[in-house]
């Protein structure tokens, strides 16, 4: 049995280690919703990796295919463009590959943002 002291007005002794449990507790718990928090991010990372995102300019002239690990997989570039300069043409692929990079960025964030919420929200706020 703890042992009671009037100096603390006659409380018990133990709540303190009642509380230090308590926190061990939730300590295990956040460092356990990080890790799964980070195999669920490692999973989505792979799966973007096969979801692709597209992108055209000028009118459909330049077509890019990006996959979301912002990798460029495919440019397709239209017969009609035979007759335009080759600044024209870097202009167009610059545009739609930037547009698809950003395409794919976007959809990865709200993944992300997803998974982050789903872990986050499980936590306590800590009186914050």
């Known amino acids: 049995m703890a042992k009671k002291m009037k100096s603390l007005g006659g409380r018990s ?5 009642g509380s230090k449990n308590n926190m061990n507790k939730m300590l295990q718990e956040a460092q356990r919703a990080q ?5 669920e991010l490692d999973k989505l990372d792979e ?3 096969n979801v692709e995102v597209e992108a055209t300019s000028g009118g459909g002239v330049v077509k890019v295919v990006a996959t979301c690990d ?4 495919d440019i397709v570039i239209s017969e009609e ?3 335009e300069d080759i600044d024209t043409l870097k202009d167009l692929i610059i545009a739609a590959s930037n547009e698809a990079i950003e395409k794919a960025a976007k959809l990865k964030e709200e993944k992300t943002d997803e998974i982050s919420q ?9 009186g914050v």
Do not use: A, W
């Open 47 to 49: 799966e973007l990796s």
């Open 70 to 73: 912002m990798r460029i997989k």
């Open 81 to 83: 463009v035979e007759d």
């Open 35 to 39: 890790v799964e928090m980070q195999e």
């Open 13 to 17: 002794l133990s709540k303190k280690t």
């Open 118 to 126: 789903k872990f986050l929200g499980t936590l306590p706020n800590f």
